[in-house]
């Protein structure tokens, strides 16, 4: 069991290519089902972040393949790279 505060401060990794994504911004919850959908992520080191056109990241709960002490390792394909404007 983990709190979500703790999560939130787990670098992410995308493990089909090594690009660290950030660190979680949201988290997507199924109300109905009672169990996280998607975790969020905006990549602030983006150059465009600051214009609200960086990159944004959806990943949903089973792209997740480890949880570590440090880091969220996902496996991830650049499909689920959103617009900002999508969110």
Do not use: A, P
Request: aromatic residues 6%; proline residues 0%; charged residues 30%.
């Amino acid at each position: 069991m983990f709190k979500i505060s703790d999560i939130m401060e787990k670098e992410v990794v995308n493990i089909n290519n090594g690009k660290k994504l950030g660190f979680i911004n949201d988290i997507e919850l199924d109300m109905n089902e009672g169990k996280i959908r998607s975790l969020i992520i905006f990549n602030e080191n983006s150059k465009m972040y600051l214009l609200g056109r960086g990159e944004c990241y959806s990943i949903l709960w089973n792209e997740i393949v480890k949880i570590g002490c440090d880091t969220i390792l996902v496996n991830i394909d650049q499909r689920v790279e959103l617009n900002s404007m999508d969110i």
